[in-house]
């Protein structure tokens, strides 16, 4: 690899491309559905690790802003292609948790993992509030559209047997509202502190950074078919229910991104950096890829997308929405209040651990 390369850069490709040949060689091979699983989870972080890298070098050319924007919108394709491979499986359960799932993960497991590190090296760390309470708000919407479906279409609602036309409709009110929101989301660039790729040393020619995002995507949308190949047996084989599978395991596989860049962004004190994309990432999934993935499933074959979840599930979004609100809205962090965050997430996959296990 050229010297601009730093080693760190240099693992993380030798992991992604490691994993994913492994997955495919245990495929090949016949090996159990527990290897490929796990290989192909290693393989899909190391991806959207490379992903985030890329994207790191385009953030001093767009700043905070736009760059997590891109980098959220990027990091979200191994949950999207997870998404399509596990509807045409008929693993509906798992896409609907792991959707949420992706929501509480960013929201509470990552974002309080940024308050942690950070707030340990730091102290009490400052981030801008126009940001965070537009992501606040549209995270009550993005509960509300999980939550008035699910009740209004319980029996005795008045939405009753209409799932799937209700869902349809609020998917395009929350895609309409998403397109609406970007331009606000990435806003005037705001100061950039400097970097090496600021300095021009370390940085990537600009193809260099596409490239390496196109392979990554396209690496992506193979690994996560074997993903989601070996997720059943997996699962049977592990005792795991579908509910833990999506809300936990594959939600956490498919946010490796936010879990690397929102850390290392607070751990060096860029709070708007860390904050756009940890919290666009969920953002992007409420108001983009559950409503894309909604409209898809009823053309594409196999099972079909509703946003009607469980009691859990609503409860779930609407304390996290709440929480993170509370926590976000004054534009400062403790690592307190991470603490806060990850406790949350515990007690939420705890109540999902004795789920009923799949067959």
């Known amino acids: 690899m050229p010297s601009y390369v730093e080693t760190r850069t240099r693992v993380i490709a030798l992991v992604a491309v490691g994993a ?65 491979f596990a509807l045409r499986a008929g693993l509906l359960d798992v896409v609907r948790a792991a959707l949420v799932g992706s929501i ?17 090296r730091h102290g009490a760390q400052k981030f ?8 606040s708000t549209l995270l009550v919407l993005a509960a509300a559209a999980i939550a008035i479906p699910t009740i209004a279409t319980a029996p005795g609602g008045p939405a009753y047997g209409h799932a799937t036309e209700l869902s349809v409709f609020v998917s395009i009110v929350l895609l309409v509202v998403f397109v609406a929101s970007v331009p606000f989301a990435v806003g005037k660039a705001s100061p950039v502190k400097p970097t090496l790729a600021d300095a021009g040393e370390g940085a990537w020619p600009p193809a260099l950074a596409v490239a390496t995002l196109l392979a990554a995507g396209i690496g992506a949308a193979f690994v996560s078919d074997w993903f989601v190949d070996a ?49 666009n990432s969920s953002l992007q999934v409420a108001l983009a890829l559950v409503p894309v993935l909604v409209l898809v499933s009823l053309v594409m074959g196999g099972a079909t997308l509703t946003l009607v979840v469980s009691p859990l599930l609503v409860a779930a979004l609407a304390l996290t929405a709440v929480l993170s609100a509370l926590v976000v809205i004054d534009g400062e962090s403790t690592w ?11 007690i939420l996959a705890a109540s999902v651990w004795w789920g009923q296990p799949i067959s």
Do not use: C, W
Not at 104 to 120: E, K, M, P, S, Y
Not at 336 to 346: D, F, H, K, S, T
């Open 20 to 84: 994913s040949l492994a997955a495919l060689l245990l495929r090949v091979g016949g090996a159990g559905g527990v290897l490929i699983f796990a290989a192909s989870a290693v393989g899909l972080a190391g991806l959207a690790a490379l992903v985030g890298e890329g994207t790191e070098q385009l953030s001093h050319r767009l700043g905070p802003r736009a760059t997590g924007v891109l980098q959220s919108a990027l990091g979200n394709l191994p949950e999207f292609f997870i998404g399509i």
């Open 104 to 120: 509480l993960a960013n929201t509470l497991l990552v974002l309080g993992l940024a308050f942690v590190a950070g707030g340990l």
């Open 128 to 135: 801008g509030t126009d940001q965070t309470k537009m992501i």
């Open 231 to 279: 997720l059943k047996p997996a699962m049977s084989s592990l005792g795991m229910s579908e509910t833990f599978a999506g809300l936990v395991v594959v939600a956490i596989a498919g946010n490796a991104v936010e879990n690397v860049v929102g850390v290392q962004a607070m751990l060096a004190d860029r709070g708007d950096l860390a904050i756009s994309v940890i919290l």
């Open 336 to 346: 307190l209040e991470g603490l806060a965050l990850i406790g949350l997430y515990a």
